[in-house]
């Protein structure tokens, strides 16, 4: 396997994109990204959406967006894992690199969720049909279970839920392409509606249109381009039961878990070893187990950690969703895989702004799919 | 719901139909082809119990459209007497005192209707015992 550097990125911004349509976005990522990296051709394109055929009524995403990008005849293709369709597709990108078989390949994600569809429905699809979503069960009622499950195991609190959105909104206040960049105060999260108890709105990440596009090439592309080398270090991915009631554990997500130990393994670092980390924050109990599960504290900690301040910018353990997360960046489902590459991407070039987290040069991005049955883990670093 | 998908469900749905591994003894509810744990192809048929208890639970108070009439409606994750675990809802309760380590026992109930003119869909759901 050759050595695999993500050379440029592009994202519109994250929110009710009203007056663009999933074409639009998805070009408009994908221009800002080829031109970020200078390269003059692409060899392939593989972009993750979740559900473009419920959402927008739209399948055979690949073909129609290398059409409306100018690219025809490159070959394009569309990578679906629910909400970890970004990631997956940025793996495929990276798997063919790095096998050689070309070059130079866009991988980017979009969704267009604010076009009418009865939104609830649609991302209950990445759940079992006939044996969760038929009983009424939907997506925060299912991260919902996996939340009450953990406040009874281990004590976690009410409290600390909201202090994920708090840091999540705080840092994402830093970041111009969020679609929620304003700052929450934990009784604002602890007031707002009831979603599906315990879970509340300001503990649910948005529904948001949105585009994230990168572009990978080998090295030899990457020195030629005089580009910085932010390298992929580790590539993986792992799956569960799709049902949330198959598990063994309902507070352990096993997918992040395996995913985690064959990058730690491949990219040869700790968890430790991390600068920053990217996790799938979709709902505020998802950031504490995901936490946990990828090794950053022990299991039944990642709530009072985040209560303690252990995951903030200015922590210097380790900061997480330093983008501002699912829950401030927004989340357009088969794009936030792509957007967590392109977080670190910046925070590893120095140029996250005000959000920078100081001498980044190791960073994960972790993007999950359903209540975890699917888990994407990146590792990037930079020399 | 497309009447032959729900006519297919009906042995898990009516009467707790799963299917027992007669390998290892995985119990796969709903039936499988595979066993995820030995990967045998043989399994008999085993009626569930219908004696279990909450092991966590959310009460769902924005559902999709199709629900959206029934709530606040309380859903579990609920283990039956033979280790089998399932999703469903929790009737006839005051959504506000469900606890985890109820116990509960699954009864036969209408789940939804399929539209105006649809068909109408039963299964289970779990009562406080």
Redesign the interface.
């Given at each position: 396997m050759r050595d695999v550097v993500v050379i440029g990125a592009g994202m519109t911004k994250f929110g009710e994109l009203w007056d663009k349509s999933i074409k639009d976005i998805f070009v408009e990522a994908s221009l800002k990204a080829i031109e970020d990296s200078g390269v003059d051709h692409l060899d392939s394109i593989y972009v993750g959406a979740m559900s473009s055929g419920l959402f927008v009524g739209q399948e055979h995403l690949g073909a129609i967006l290398a059409d409306y990008l100018g690219m025809n005849p490159v070959p394009a293709t569309r990578v679906e894992s629910a909400c970890a369709s970004g990631g997956a597709a940025f793996r495929q990108a990276y798997l063919e690199v790095a096998s050689g078989a070309s070059e130079i390949v866009l991988a980017g994600g979009v969704e267009k969720m604010n076009d009418g569809a009865?939104v609830?429905?649609v991302l209950?699809t990445a759940a079992d049909q006939?044996?969760?979503?038929?009983?009424?069960?939907?997506f925060?009622?299912l991260y919902?279970?996996?939340a009450?499950?953990h406040m009874?195991q281990y004590g976690t609190t009410r409290e600390q839920l909201a202090a994920v959105a708090v840091k999540n909104h705080r840092n994402g206040s830093k970041n111009k392409n969020a679609q929620f960049g304003f700052e929450v105060t934990a009784e604002q999260v602890m007031k707002s509606?009831?979603?599906?108890?315990?879970?509340r709105l300001l503990d649910c990440s948005p529904v948001t249109d949105g585009g994230a596009a990168v572009i990978v090439a080998s090295m030899d592309v990457a020195k030629k381009l005089n580009k910085n080398l932010v390298r992929v270090i580790a590539s993986a991915q792992a799956s569960d039961?799709i049902?949330?009631?198959?598990r063994e554990s309902?507070t352990t997500l096993n997918s992040v878990v395996k995913s985690a130990e064959k990058a730690y393994r491949m990219a040869g670092i700790k968890p430790m070893d991390l600068n920053l980390c990217e996790v799938h924050d979709c709902f505020t109990i998802a950031e504490i187990v995901v936490s946990e599960d990828l090794g950053f504290f022990e299991k039944g900690k990642g709530g009072e950690a985040v209560l303690n301040g252990l995951t903030s910018i200015e922590s210097g353990k380790i900061p997480i969703n330093t983008s501002g997360g699912l829950k401030s960046k927004g989340h357009p489902v088969g794009a936030t895989g792509i957007a967590q590459i392109i977080e670190l991407y910046e925070q590893l070039n120095g140029k996250a702004g005000s959000r920078q987290v100081k001498n980044a040069r190791i960073g994960m991005a972790q993007n999950m799919g359903g209540s975890g049955a699917s888990s994407v883990i990146h590792i990037l670093e930079v020399k | 719901m497309i009447t032959a998908r729900y006519h297919r469900e009906i042995p898990q749905r009516y009467r707790l139909e799963a299917g027992k591994c007669k390998k290892c003894g995985f119990i796969a509810f709903p039936l499988r082809l595979v066993c995820p744990k030995c990967k045998t192809k043989d399994f008999e048929t085993l009626r569930l119990s219908d004696e279990g208890k909450i092991l966590t639970f959310t009460i769902v108070r924005v559902a999709s459209d199709k629900f959206s009439k029934q709530t606040p409606f309380a859903v579990g994750i609920v283990e039956l007497k033979d280790g089998v675990k399932l999703t469903t809802q929790i009737a006839d309760v005051d959504v506000d005192k469900l606890e985890i380590g109820q116990k509960v026992k699954i009864v036969f109930r209408k789940i939804q209707e399929d539209g105006k003119a649809g068909i109408l869909c039963y299964g289970y759901k779990a009562v406080l015992v």
């Open positions: 009865d609830t429905e209950a006939e044996y969760e979503v038929y009983q009424g069960i939907t925060p009622g919902a279970m996996i009450k499950a009874h509606t009831m979603v599906s108890d315990p879970l039961t049902a949330l009631h198959s309902l | -």
